[in-house]
């Protein structure tokens, strides 16, 4: 089902003006944020469809650019995440992007990491309502909504790699809600990405960070960030 | 989600001997692993937004950033007020709450989405209004939350809810809907009359376009959201009366889906065609991006 339960329906708790949009876009920045980890210090943002043809009337500059800040969809920053961002020292281009798209709400972000110099290529689309999926990261085809805890496990696709990730989420009681292998080629890199339903703990991502073949985890957790946040400010 | 299609809903809630709100916690505290304690909670957070945004939009200056919309919520209140209205009573005061909570959205305040911001008026509007003149308490309008989630979930998982993929119709349509629904089961209806209300609801918005000059999320939108309260007491009261939708609501929820897909994307929030196209809506545009620079 691409609607999930009943507070993809109503909600989220948001700026407006426009839940796919704004909202929408928004949570696709903020995801971005936590693949790579870290506070971009350039940010190309590339829109297809209707983000390009009304992005600046929708905000969903502010927003995406929001949602890099780590900021959540309610938060009252939004609509002046562009000056807040500049101030921080991010580099930030707009245009339009050019070819095939896979949803009328597409945007392409290419983010460089202000620490490590870390390149992130995400590719996300708002499907309405606030709710959205990244469908691509670095050229490795995904589906991830945000709306659980996720683990993405970049690895060489080596014989068995699955199975031992799998072991590890029985062996801390895991439940695999939604999973997906993407690889470059055989024996080549590989992206897992597990969608959890209890939040992960640092425990289990140190064991699978620990595996052979394994090079790096991430999490993206957009509801239980926001949960945890509740009452008090996130920084940029 | 123990259910798919609006069918399926009335056939759980009468093996439950559940409402549709009641029913929708349930499943929702299935689904999430949470205590339904803890859903219920996080819901009436919500409603206190959406009372927020009615006060807001009734007292405060909502003239948006474009300076296009505002203000239309506070006009409809003191004519209603003032004057013998056509509809007057708990309807005008529906329109005009409704109008409120979207022109806060217009103005970049806070809202919930319902399902949508684009459609964020309806609910708040026919909820609040009808607490006031009924004397419901909170939780009682926080369990109607939980029907129209019920509802608009499944209209969202076999057609659409957003202006880009589905029009207009997906939006504000999915909205009046919702909310007719859940009017029907908070006025002592049955789940098969609530459903009955959505049907006849969907049926009165069907191919209805998503046009928003300039691209903003204010013509016509705010003024659909006051249309789209009236619309939903008027389906809800059919509904009580023992009107049914002939064509059963699942099959109108598909009819949405064939009709949005064959839309063309001129039609569906690019301001591509419809009123944004007209020559006064391409002049507010021009308008608009020289006043950026």
């Known amino acids: ?236 | 989600m123990n259910f798919q299609t609006l069918s399926q809903l009335a056939v759980l809630c009468e093996e439950r001997g559940l409402g549709i709100g009641a029913l929708m916690l349930e499943e929702q505290s299935a689904e999430s692993g949470r205590p339904q304690e803890q859903e219920f909670a996080t819901m009436k957070e919500y409603y206190g937004v959406m009372k927020e945004a009615v006060h807001r939009g009734m007292t405060q200056d909502t003239t948006s950033r474009s300076g296009l919309t505002g203000l239309d919520a506070q006009r409809v209140g003191a004519y209603n007020a003032a004057s013998e209205p056509f509809l007057g009573g708990p309807a005008g005061q529906a329109m005009a709450y409704a109008l409120a909570v979207s022109e806060v959205n217009a103005s970049m305040g806070r809202i919930i989405a319902t399902p949508t911001a684009g459609s964020c008026g309806i609910i708040p509007g026919v909820f609040l209004s009808c607490q006031e003149r009924f004397g419901w308490d909170d939780d009682y309008m926080v369990s109607g939350l939980f029907a129209a989630g019920a509802i608009g979930y499944v209209i969202a998982n076999n057609s659409f809810v957003s202006g880009a993929e589905g029009g207009c119709q997906a939006e504000v349509g999915s909205a009046i809907g919702m909310a007719a629904g859940a009017l029907t089961e908070l006025r002592g209806g049955t789940p098969a009359q609530a459903i009955h209300a959505v049907g006849l609801a969907l049926k009165n918005t069907l191919g209805l376009i998503c046009d928003p000059v300039g691209g903003l999320v204010e013509i016509p939108c705010i003024v659909r959201n006051g249309f789209g309260a009236v619309t939903a007491l008027a389906a809800a009261d059919m509904a009580l009366a023992g009107v049914r939708s002939v064509i059963p609501s699942d099959e109108v929820i598909k009819v949405m889906l064939e009709v949005g897909s064959a839309m063309p994307e001129k039609h569906r929030e690019t301001a591509g065609g419809g009123l944004a196209q007209t020559p006064t809506g391409r002049q507010i545009m021009k308008d608009l991006r020289n006043k950026k620079g």
Do not use: C, W
């Open chain 1, 1 to 236: 089902m691409r609607f999930k339960d009943v507070f993809s329906i109503i909600g989220p708790a948001m700026v407006g003006p426009s839940s796919s949009h704004t909202a929408g876009a928004a949570r696709i920045g903020r995801a971005a944020r936590q693949v790579l980890g870290e506070l971009p210090r350039e940010a190309e943002i590339i829109f297809f469809g209707s983000f390009a043809a009304t992005y600046q009337g929708h905000g969903t500059d502010r927003a995406i650019i929001g949602g890099l800040l780590d900021f959540a969809t309610d938060d009252h920053r939004l609509p002046d995440s562009v000056e807040l961002a500049a101030e921080a020292g991010m580099d930030i281009s707009f245009r339009q992007g050019t070819g095939l798209f896979p949803h009328p709400n597409t945007v392409r972000l290419r983010l460089v990491g202000r620490d490590t110099g870390t390149e992130l290529t995400l590719t996300g689309i708002s499907i309405g309502g606030g709710n959205i999926e990244i469908v691509d990261i670095d050229g490795f085809g995904v589906k991830l909504t945000g709306m659980y805890p996720t683990v993405l496990i970049n690895h060489m696709d080596y014989l068995g790699v699955l199975a031992s990730v799998t072991d590890v989420m029985r062996r801390g009681q895991f439940n695999i809600g939604h999973m997906s292998l993407d690889r470059k080629n055989r024996s080549g890199a590989a992206l897992t990405v597990l969608e959890l339903d209890e939040p992960a703990t640092a425990g289990l991502l140190q064991e699978l960070q620990a595996l052979t073949a394994v090079k790096s985890v991430k999490v993206v957790d957009l509801n239980g960030v926001k949960q945890e946040q509740k009452g008090k400010e996130s920084t940029p």
